[in-house]
């Protein structure tokens, strides 16, 4: 029922871009705040990117700050990932996330299956 759909990624040289999309269905989109996570071999899974659900706010990680930009449109019921000026240190399996909470004790995570980023000449 629940689905994200990552898609978009692929091999990339260095300095080169990339758009990773993310297709969500079987919940209010909405609602949700919505992140893209990344995780190397042998390293730990990280967050990359976050965006609120309105899309009125977003955080990035350092690594990615000023190259990366997350974005969201409701009606289509997809986030996206822009990524500029990629490094070889950003080759990774990107995961879309989905998230909802509140004050009064309901939360609710789901994933996506992840899409391979390669950058390499």
């Known amino acids: 029922q629940v689905q994200l759909v990552e898609s978009g990624g692929g091999l990339v040289q260095p300095g080169g871009s990339l758009r990773l999309s993310c297709a969500a269905s079987?919940?209010?989109?909405?609602?949700?705040?919505m992140s893209w996570y990344r995780q190397a071999p042998g390293k730990e899974r990280e967050l990359v990117a976050a965006?609120?659900?309105?899309?009125?706010?977003?955080n990035y990680a350092d690594s990615v700050k000023g190259r990366f930009t997350i974005s969201r449109d409701n009606a289509k019921n997809t986030v996206y990932l822009q990524m500029n000026s990629l490094k070889p240190e950003d080759t990774a399996v990107y995961y879309c996330?989905?998230?909802?909470?509140?004050?009064?004790?309901?939360?609710?995570?789901?994933w996506g299956q992840g899409t391979q980023v390669t950058v390499s000449s």
């Open positions: 965006i609120t659900s309105a899309g009125d706010s977003t």
């Open positions: 996330n989905a998230h909802w909470s509140s004050w009064y004790g309901h939360e609710y995570d789901y």
């Open positions: 079987g919940f209010t989109f909405s609602t949700y705040a």
